[in-house]
Nanobody, 123 residues
Framework: QVQLVESGGGLVQAGGSLRLSCAAS????????MGWFRQAPGKEREFVAG????????YYEDSVKGRFTISRDNAENTVYLQMNSLKPEDTAVYYC????????????????WGQGTQVTVSS
């Protein structure tokens, strides 16, 4: 089992950048794929990015490709989401999640969740 705590959200102007971090507890972190999801008001939660257990494979939702980068540091039990060229439509609560399968490209496989961190992008 793994516990997840996100940080790094905040208010930023359009075109700006933020880096989200997710600290994980538990000895199994390095065997889990990790991912980031988001949920905007009135919308369903959506997959944003995923990374395989070893970091060799990454996956992105189309609207964030080329702007967001997911990475992980297994020595520090941390996963990151670097967000550049932010747009108002990126405003949402961002959630870190863990996938025990290790793959990171199947949203239903993520079954451990953090509490979320708010990202607000002003126009």
């Amino acid at each position: 089992q793994v516990q997840l705590v996100e940080s790094g959200g905040g208010l930023v102007q359009a075109g700006g950048s933020l880096r989200l971090s997710c600290a994980a507890s538990g000895r199994t972190f390095s065997t889990y794929a990790m991912g980031w999801f988001r949920q905007a008001p009135g919308k369903e939660r959506e997959f944003v990015a995923g990374i395989s257990w070893g970091g060799g494979r990454t996956y992105y939702e189309d609207s964030v490709k080329g702007r967001f980068t997911i990475s992980r540091d297994n020595a520090e039990n941390t996963v990151y989401l670097q967000m550049n060229s932010l747009k108002p439509e990126d405003t949402a609560v961002y959630y870190c999640a863990a996938d025990p399968s290790g793959w990171g490209n199947r949203p239903p496989a993520f079954n451990y969740w953090g509490q979320g961190t708010q990202v607000t992008v002003s126009s």
